[in-house]
């Protein structure tokens, strides 16, 4: 499975943005979706995951409340919609596809990758 990021930019402090992930297969909708982001000098971090289904979603303190992951299997594609933005969201941001027999919300452990797409946030 190929992922490609997109929709990342510059943004100010308390605006949105939603970054999307599309998938080059169809088999896309019996994955389970994360994102994940990354910034200079920092660990990579999970900021949400949604299974294959749909059902179930995760989201670490840090943005509960102001992201939502969705996914739209139609279009084999996967968003992350990302509100009241803050200068510390910025970051380089992954989406990442793992099969669901292993996955749990809180999983780390993708199986396929894409490339980045930077979102910073101005204060």
């Known amino acids: 499975v190929q992922l490609q990021a997109s929709g990342g930019g510059l943004v100010q402090a308390g605006g949105s943005l939603r970054v999307s992930c599309a998938a080059s297969k169809r088999a896309f909708n019996v994955y389970a979706v994360g994102w994940f982001r990354q910034a200079p000098g920092k660990e990579r971090d999970l900021v949400a995951s949604i299974s294959w289904r749909g059902d179930k979603t995760y989201y670490p303190d840090s943005v509960k409340g102001r992201f939502t992951i969705s996914r739209d299997n139609a279009k084999n594609t996967a968003y992350l919609q990302m509100n009241s933005l803050k200068p510390e969201d910025t970051a380089l941001y992954y989406c990442?596809?793992?099969?669901?027999?292993?996955?749990?919300?809180?999983?780390?452990?993708?199986?396929?990758w894409g490339q980045g797409t930077q979102v910073t946030v101005s204060s």
């Open positions: 990442a596809v793992q099969d669901p027999a292993s996955w749990y919300p809180t999983s780390r452990e993708y199986d396929y």
